[in-house]
C-alpha cells in the first residue's frame, strides 16, 4: 500500500467498530457520520488528500525502501539535513492547513514512530522479539498510512500518590494476566486525543517508574487496533456544536475528541508488545530513542503554524477597526512577533546543530526544542489575552450567519460594519477572533496547549535537573577567587 488518499481513510475508519460513550450514547461503529466527530474526520480526510496534491505530494511524501510506493514523510528517517528539512516542511504543510489547532495529527506519532524503530537494538535488550516487534510495527503503520493517537497517564483521582497507588493499584490500566499469546490490561488511562476516529491506540509509558515489584504490572508499551474487543472511550462533551462554519469556523473544523480509555480485559498479543514489565526500558523509552526529539521537531514546527495565524488574526484585527497606530496595540503585536522568531530561531538551531544518534539517525538539537516546549505552554496564553483586549466588547456583537442573511441584515451592515470592512464582512472576522479567544473551543485549545508535555512545573523541573550548569558555575567561581 502507499499514502492514503481521503477518501481511503474514510473507508477504513467506516469499517472500525470503536466503542465510544458520548453524550449519553455509546456508540459502535458509524463514526464517520456521527455529530460530534464527522466534521473534524472530514478535515482528517483532507490531510490525507494533500498527499496526493500537484502542490504537497513531493513535500508530503517519499519513496518507501520496501515497497517503492509513496508514503508519508512523517515515517523518512533522517539522514541528512535536507532530510529534517523535508519532515519539517512536511509537516509544515499540515499545520498550516489547520492554522496549527490540530494537536494530534499523525505526524505527531508517526514521528515518535520512526525515532522508536530506528532504535529497536534499546527493546531488544529486554527481549530480541521486542526489538523486531516495533520496528515491524513501524513499517505496518507506514506502508498502510494508519492513523495513530496515544495514552499516556493514570486517571486523576488522588493526585497526592502515584497513579500505580491510587485505589491500590485497581484503577490504573496495568497487566492482570500473561498467557501463551500476549497479556491482558485492565483499568483506565487519560487522554487519548482523536481516539474515535483513529486507527491505532499506542499505550506508551507516561510517568517515572520506580522499578519496584509493584510497578512491573504498570511497566509496558504496545499498540492495538482501535476497536479491539474491551477497548472503549469516554468522550467529553463535544466542542463541535453542528453550526455553520461562519458562526464557529475554528469548531466546526478542527475540534479533536478527547477521551478517558478504558480497558475492560483487553488482550494485547505478544507481537504488538515493545517492553514489558521492565521499568527500566520504560523509563528510558523516550529519551533514550530520541523519540521526545523528533516529537518536538512536529510540535514546535507546527506551534511556529498556530503562531503565524495569531499574528495575521490580530493584525487583520487591528486594521479592521483602525487601531494598530496605538502604541500599546504595537507592544501586543510586537510580542506576537517576538514569539514567532523566537520559534522560529529554536527550530533553525535545532537543525542547524543536528548529530548522528548511536542508531544512525540525524536528531535535531534537543537544547533548542526543550527550550521551545518549556516556554510555548506559557507564551501562548498570553495570545487570547491580546485577542480579547483588542476586540473588547465588539466581540460580544458577532451576530450569526441566519442574522447576516435575515431581517437584520441592513441593521448589521449600517451598524456593525468597521474602518475596511463591510458590515458582514467585520462580523465574519470577528466570529473567527471569537472562536480564537473567547468560545468554548478556544478555552479547549489553551488548556491543550498548557499542559501538552505535561505539567509544567514538573517539566520545568526536570529541565533544570537535566541541563549541565556546571561550566557555568565554574566560571563564577573561577571569577571569585580571582576577587
Not at 456521527?34 to 500537484?54: G, I, K
Not at 499469546?181 to 517508574?209: C, K, Q, W, Y
Request: charged content about 25%; proline content about 6%.
Amino acid at each position: 500500500m502507499a499514502a492514503r488518499t481521503g477518501k481511503e481513510y474514510l473507508e477504513r475508519l467506516a469499517a472500525s467498530r470503536p466503542t465510544v460513550h458520548i453524550q449519553g450514547e455509546t456508540v459502535t461503529g458509524g463514526i464517520q457520520d456521527h455529530p460530534a466527530f464527522r466534521n473534524v474526520v472530514r478535515t482528517y480526510a483532507e490531510l490525507f488528500d494533500l498527499q496526493h496534491s500537484d502542490e504537497h505530494k513531493d513535500v508530503l511524501t517519499y519513496t518507501s525502501p520496501t515497497s517503492g510506493e509513496p508514503v508519508g514523510t512523517s515515517f523518512l528517517t533522517p539522514k541528512t539535513p535536507e532530510d529534517l528539512v523535508k519532515r519539517r516542511k512536511a509537516v509544515k504543510v499540515w499545520a498550516d492547513h489547520s492554522n496549527g489547532m490540530l494537536g494530534r495529527t499523525g505526524d505527531y506519532m508517526n514521528s515518535s514512530l520512526m525515532a522508536l524503530a530506528s532504535a529497536a537494538d534499546w527493546f531488544a535488550q529486554a527481549n530480541p522479539a521486542f526489538g523486531e516487534n516495533i520496528r515491524r510495527y513501524y513499517e505496518k503503520v507506514r506502508e498502510e498510512d494508519l492513523l495513530c493517537t496515544h495514552t499516556l497517564i493514570p486517571p486523576q483521582v488522588n493526585r497526592s500518590v502515584a497513579g500505580t497507588q491510587q485505589a491500590g493499584g485497581k484503577l490504573a490500566a496495568r497487566i492482570v494476566k500473561e498467557d501463551d499469546n500476549g497479556v491482558v490490561i485492565h483499568g483506565a488511562r487519560m487522554l487519548a486525543t482523536i481516539a474515535p476516529f483513529a486507527d491505532e491506540m499506542l499505550v506508551f509509558p507516561s510517568t517515572v517508574l520506580r522499578g519496584t515489584p509493584e510497578d512491573k504490572p504498570y511497566s509496558y508499551a504496545f499498540a492495538i487496533p482501535n476497536d479491539t474487543p474491551g477497548l472503549r472511550y469516554i468522550a467529553r462533551e463535544p466542542l463541535d456544536y453542528d453550526r455553520p462554519r461562519h458562526d464557529h469556523p475554528l469548531g466546526s473544523r478542527f475540534e479533536e475528541s478527547d477521551c478517558v480509555v478504558v480497558f475492560d480485559n483487553v488482550h494485547v498479543p505478544y507481537e504488538r508488545c515493545f517492553a514489558l514489565g521492565d521499568a527500566e526500558l520504560c523509563n528510558g523509552f523516550y529519551s533514550q530513542t530520541s523519540s521526545v526529539v523528533h516529537m518536538t521537531h512536529q510540535v514546535v514546527t507546527r506551534t511556529t503554524a498556530k503562531t503565524e495565524y495569531i499574528l495575521g488574526l490580530v493584525s487583520l484585527l487591528a486594521e479592521a477597526i483602525g487601531i494598530e497606530q496605538f502604541q500599546h496595540v504595537q507592544e501586543d503585536i510586537a510580542e506576537i512577533i517576538t514569539t514567532l522568531e523566537m520559534l522560529r530561531a529554536f527550530l533553525r538551531a535545532a537543525e542547524a546543530d543536528a548529530e548522528i544518534n548511536e542508531y544512525g539517525v540525524l536528531t535535531p538539537a534537543f537544547a533548542p526544542l526543550n527550550a521551545a516546549r518549556n516556554l510555548y505552554p506559557k507564551l501562548y496564553q498570553r495570545f487570547p489575552q491580546i485577542l480579547r483586549k483588542l476586540g473588547a466588547s465588539g466581540l460580544m456583537a458577532t451576530p450569526t450567519e441566519l442574522d447576516i442573511e435575515g431581517p437584520a441584515a441592513a441593521d448589521i451592515e449600517a451598524y456593525l460594519q468597521s474602518a475596511t470592512l463591510s458590515g458582514a464582512e467585520r462580523v465574519k472576522l470577528f466570529r473567527l477572533v471569537w472562536d480564537t479567544c473567547i468560545s468554548a473551543f478556544s478555552s479547549r485549545q489553551a488548556l491543550y496547549e498548557y499542559y501538552f508535555f505535561g505539567d509544567p512545573v514538573r517539566m520545568a523541573g526536570a529541565y533544570v535537573k537535566s541541563y549541565d550548569r556546571e561550566p557555568y558555575k565554574a566560571r563564577v567561581q573561577a571569577f571569585l577567587d580571582r576577587a
